[in-house]
């Protein structure tokens, strides 16, 4: 397992372990082989979409919280640094997770500063 999927284990048990509801994002182009045998390609999420969409419970709504999963060392690429931008810009929340311990710092945080 690379050490992102370790990190993306990690995240996604403790949303599980926590009730919070999330999906992973896939992104980029696949090919797709037809019945007749033809290929075709088709696109998934846009590039530089986060790795995870949570949704984080809050009062009468729910806060859309985007989680980039990253090594230790790794670092966003200019087209999720945009994505990240674009996002908050929309009143979203964007973490970039080297650990779960990064996700529940943040969700610490939230809930701290909205009383729950």
């Given at each position: 397992?690379?050490?992102?999927?370790?990190?993306?284990?990690?995240?996604?048990?403790?949303?599980?372990?926590?009730?919070?509801?999330?999906?992973?994002?896939?992104?980029?182009?696949?090919?797709?082989?037809g019945?007749?045998?033809?290929?075709?390609?088709?696109?998934?999420?846009?590039?530089?979409?986060?790795?995870?969409?949570?949704?984080?419970?809050?009062?009468?709504?729910?806060?859309p919280?985007?989680?980039?999963?990253?090594?230790?060392?790794?670092?966003?690429?200019?087209?999720?640094?945009?994505?990240?931008?674009?996002?908050?810009?929309?009143?979203?929340?964007?973490?970039?997770?080297?650990?779960?311990?990064?996700?529940?710092?943040?969700?610490?945080?939230?809930?701290?500063?909205?009383?729950?």
């Amino acid at each position: 397992m690379t050490p992102e999927a370790m990190v993306s284990s990690a995240v996604r048990g403790l949303l599980d372990a926590e009730h919070i509801f999330h999906i992973r994002t896939n992104s980029g182009t696949i090919v797709l082989e037809g019945r007749n045998g033809k290929k075709r390609a088709m696109q998934l999420s846009p590039r530089g979409t986060a790795d995870l969409l949570a949704l984080v419970p809050h009062a009468e709504w729910y806060l859309p919280v985007w989680i980039e999963i990253k090594s230790a060392t790794g670092k966003l690429r200019p087209e999720q640094e945009s994505f990240r931008d674009d996002v908050l810009s929309r009143g979203h929340a964007f973490v970039v997770a080297r650990s779960s311990d990064d996700v529940l710092d943040w969700l610490r945080r939230f809930r701290k500063l909205h009383g729950r």
